[in-house]
């Protein structure tokens, strides 16, 4: 027989973490509510027999966020034959409201008291055994991070589930509101399944449209059942769910205060509060922040990584295996063409961005430890904060945060954001923060044309939030975007220091995501690059021809008098765009083969930086072209979620268009007139145009927003009328 084990729990209760370490596989630990939207499955290790399923974490069973609907449809409707329940021992009064719920569904609970590492660290002591006998349930503590009992905790649970003892539920409501649940329970009885009954009473209590739908009583129950409720709404003066919620928490006070005896004296500060003072000072909060993610892209991309990629790139491509491959192929005769196809077209083309992948991988563990140590937590909250006063929550940010690593899991993020509109709008801009595949591209022009200029790549982590910030304020500001921003609740973990095997799993699931796309997607790309950039029509026929009669030059030149005024119309860049379309690290690959197809190279340092020079004639049209394809749409695979998470084709269309032109606009207004003002581009009517869109755009910016308005006005009318 199969056993099904569910674990539930509070988001960064550490389910996850307990997850990986009973099945031995290796999910994403991330500190998000909400990251672990789908649940997980996966076999405990040495029971082939034990099923686990991770599921995303909640506070509650109300059906109201989409983390609360995915756990509550599998618990009541699926059923596993035993709920592992986890629970934040540092905070175990507000778990304990979820774990209150779970033992009502009338499955067997299991609640491993977690994080039993940092509970002692507190000097805290929680009675388990007289906390377990309270609630009806068996307890265990454990800590996940350091694998302590949960071994014991997976088998506590299976004894559960082949047990399947009815379990003796405490008394959670009191007086008149226990009175009415009873008398529910009564009215039901045989509508449902008796081990669901208290479930159902409850939730009939609450009016909760989904389980009211389930218990198929007659009208008149209905009514009879509606006047208790009304009666007891009466008495206590308050609404049916709230109520329930009030007497929860009375009880868990109460409770708690009989079995935990915490370490510090009431008000006393732990260490993660201390840091807190500083670090999300209302003050000091986003100076820190920059500077952080300053340090971040400047050590990785500037100094550290900057060296490993220079090694990559002129040691290991340059000197030993494109010299070596050209060799071996002309040694066994292949054709001229093969060499070029294989050399130039291929290695070249996937050996540049693959330069970079030190880069990237310092990114990434810089990145991965600032989140598992519970920093980007704050982060989240210190913007939900700044957000706020623009109608953003600080829910759009964590999809920001994650698309620095990736846009696709950053649009898969937004799913926690009920507020479709907002859900909407942060989906179109947070492909606009730099992800790990823009990284070459960012190095390549930061290191060819600007001497490594170190300012680069935080300056384009800067630019893209300030452009989102841009970007939501207007989008806010048109009837489809506006409204009031979705609140944000999130739990601030305490701090600690990550292990070092799940930052260096992190880092390596990254890096080789991005090799396999280097296999895949990138190697096609690089192929059909190749093919275009080599073939073409010359004296009327097609065959081999000089890169500048390729195919590739003519679709280039067909769209490159469109660049133009972006100071980057010539077919090369036009192409390698097109190429970044596929993949943004493409960019770098087609680059990298139009300044070595056809050539004989001996220093490719040089040869790239020649290369550069050609197709940039000056800084300002190079930071140019790296503004437009860091904001234009991003490449296919982050699209095509794109796609399929809007789910509205009107809605996507409209994405791309504004993406594509809101890239082309900014660009426009930073090259023609940041252009002028150093000297590098002259006075134009392009100068005049890119003037009168910025003139547009600060009005739009300032200029007060008519929906807010509105809905203040309403809300005061509506005051005005109650008063
Ligand atoms: P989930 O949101 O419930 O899936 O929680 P995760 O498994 O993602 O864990 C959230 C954070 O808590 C991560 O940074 C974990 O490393 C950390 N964590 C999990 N279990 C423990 C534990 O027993 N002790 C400590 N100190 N940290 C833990
Ligand atoms: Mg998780």
Redesign the pocket.
């Known amino acids: 027989m199969e056993i099904k084990i569910a674990l539930a ?10 997850f990986n370490s009973l099945t031995g596989s290796n999910q994403y ?3 998000w ?1 909400g ?2 939207v789908e649940k997980k499955e996966g076999r405990l290790k040495g029971h082939k027999d034990v099923i686990v399923q ?1 599921l995303p ?1 909640i506070y509650s069973l109300s059906p109201y966020t989409m983390e609360e609907v995915v756990a509550r449809d599998y618990l009541v409707g699926e059923k596993p034959d035993v709920i592992l329940n ?1 629970i934040d021992g540092t905070n175990i009064e507000r778990n304990l409201y979820l774990t209150t719920q779970l033992i009502e569904i009338g499955i067997p609970v299991v609640v491993a008291v ?5 509970v002692r660290k507190n000097g805290d002591n929680i009675d388990i055994k007289k906390l377990g006998d309270q609630l009806g349930c068996r307890m265990i503590e ?5 694998g302590e009992s949960t071994v014991e905790a997976a088998e506590l649970a299976i004894r559960a589930a082949m047990e399947q003892n009815e379990a003796e539920l405490p008394h959670v409501f009191n007086g008149s509101v226990e009175h009415a649940i009873a008398h529910i329970e009564e009215s039901i009885e045989g509508f449902v399944d008796s081990k669901e009954l208290r479930w159902y009473a409850i939730k009939v209590f609450e009016r909760d449209q989904k389980a009211v739908q389930k218990v198929k009583i007659s009208a008149d129950v209905k009514n009879h059942i509606e006047q208790h409720i009304v009666d007891c709404e009466k008495e206590l003066d308050d609404d049916a769910e709230s109520i329930i919620t009030n007497q929860r928490y009375e009880y868990i006070t109460a409770l708690v205060n009989k079995t935990v005896k915490k370490g510090r004296a009431a008000g006393e500060l732990t260490f993660s509060d201390k840091v807190d003072r500083v670090v999300t000072n209302r003050f000091l909060a986003l100076p820190i922040f920059a500077v952080v993610m300053f340090l971040v892209y400047y050590v990785s991309v500037t100094t550290i990584g900057s060296q490993m990629t220079d090694w990559t790139n002129d040691v290991l491509f340059g000197e030993i295996v494109e010299p070596g491959a050209r060799e071996f192929l002309e040694g066994v005769g292949t054709s001229e063409w093969l060499v070029s196809l294989i050399v130039d077209g291929i290695i070249h083309g996937i050996g540049t961005p693959i330069g970079f992948v030190p880069q990237m991988a310092v990114v990434f563990l810089f990145l991965s430890f600032l989140e ?1 140590c ?1 920093y980007m937590a704050r982060v989240a909250f210190i913007m939900d904060r700044a957000f706020r006063k623009f109608g953003l929550s600080g829910k759009s940010f964590i999809p920001f945060l994650i698309s620095s690593g990736c846009g696709v899991p950053g649009i898969m993020g937004t799913r926690t954001i009920e507020n479709e509109s907002d859900r909407r709008m942060t989906m179109i801009t947070t492909t606009m923060i730099p992800c790990g595949a823009k990284l070459p591209v960012i190095a390549a022009i930061a290191g060819f044309i600007m001497g490594g200029a170190w300012w680069m790549a935080p300056a384009c982590y800067f630019g893209g939030i300030a452009l989102v910030i841009i970007y939501c304020i207007v989008l806010k500001k048109t009837s489809f975007f506006a409204g009031d921003p979705v609140p944000f609740v999130m739990e601030l ?2 701090y ?1 220091i ?2 070092l095997k ?1 930052l260096l799993m992190h880092v390596w699931e990254r890096v080789w995501a991005f090799m396999k796309k280097a296999g895949t997607i990138l190697f096609l790309c690089c192929a059909v690059m190749w093919f275009l950039a080599s073939f073409g029509f010359a004296d009327g026929e097609f065959g081999l021809v000089e890169s500048k009669d390729s195919i590739l030059a003519m679709i280039g030149g067909i769209l490159a008098p469109l660049f133009v005024p972006l100071g980057i119309g010539n077919w090369q860049t036009v192409a390698a765009t097109l190429s970044g379309f596929v993949a943004k690290e493409g960019l770098v690959s087609t680059m990298s083969l139009l300044s070595a197809i056809g050539e004989e190279v001996e220093e490719y340092e040089e040869a790239y930086h020649a290369a550069y020079l050609a197709f940039f004639p000056t800084t300002m049209a190079a930071v140019s072209y790296l503004m437009f394809n860091l904001f234009d749409s991003p490449c296919l695979a982050a699209i095509s979620s794109l796609a399929k998470e809007l789910g509205n084709r009107k809605v996507f269309w409209f994405a791309i268009l504004f993406q594509n032109l809101g890239a082309y606009v900014v660009t426009l207004m930073a090259y023609q007139l940041i252009g002028l003002a150093v000297g590098q581009v002259a006075f134009s009517i392009w100068t005049v145009v890119a003037a009168v869109l910025l003139a547009g755009l600060l009005y739009v910016l300032f200029a007060p927003d008519p929906f807010r308005n509105r809905v203040h006005a309403q809300e005061s009318a509506a005051a005005r009328v109650r008063a």
């Open positions: 729990g509070n988001p960064n209760c550490g389910k996850t973490t307990l630990v991330g500190n509510p990251v672990t991770d974490g986890i977690n994080m039993m590492d940092l454990i800590s996940a991070l350091k598992d519970g973990p305490q600690h990550p292990s799940g």
